[in-house]
Nanobody, 124 residues
Framework: VQLGESGGGLVQAGDSLRLSCTAS????????MAWFRQAPGEERKVVAR????????VYTDSVKGRFTISRDNDKNTAYLQMNNLKPEDTGVYFC??????????????????WGQGTQVAVSS
């Protein structure tokens, strides 16, 4: 499975961005997709995840009410709609996927496929 992200950029606080992650090659076995954020000097941390063949979505507390993860199975694409962006949202955003059934997959080691990342920078 190959993942490719797009949609990052430089915005001001309060602006919105939508990230896209398109999957190719063997997407039929994906169970969960997620978005991770890696801020400068920090570890990669999960922002949101979604069941590929369902609608269950989970968010980290700092983005609840502002970010929405969704997926379009026909397009093999997952999205992360980010509203009311804050400077602390700055980082490289990676999409990730796994074919494994995992209980609350929140760690990078829980995911098998990764995109190359897209930069999001939010100025105050």
């Amino acid at each position: 499975v190959q993942l490719g992200e797009s949609g990052g950029g430089l915005v001001q606080a309060g602006d919105s961005l939508r990230l896209s992650c398109t999957a190719s090659g063997g997407t039929f076995n994906i169970v969960t997709m997620a978005w991770f954020r890696q801020a400068p000097g920090e570890e990669r941390k999960v922002v949101a995840r979604i069941i590929w063949n369902g609608s269950t979505a989970v968010y980290t507390d700092s983005v609840k009410g502002r970010f929405t993860i969704s997926r379009d199975n026909d397009k093999n694409t997952a999205y992360l709609q980010m509203n009311n962006l804050k400077p602390e949202d700055t980082g490289v955003y990676f999409c990730a996927a796994t074919p494994r059934e995992r209980w609350r997959p929140n760690h990078p080691n829980d995911f098998d496929y990764w995109g190359q990342g897209t930069q999001v920078a939010v100025s105050s």
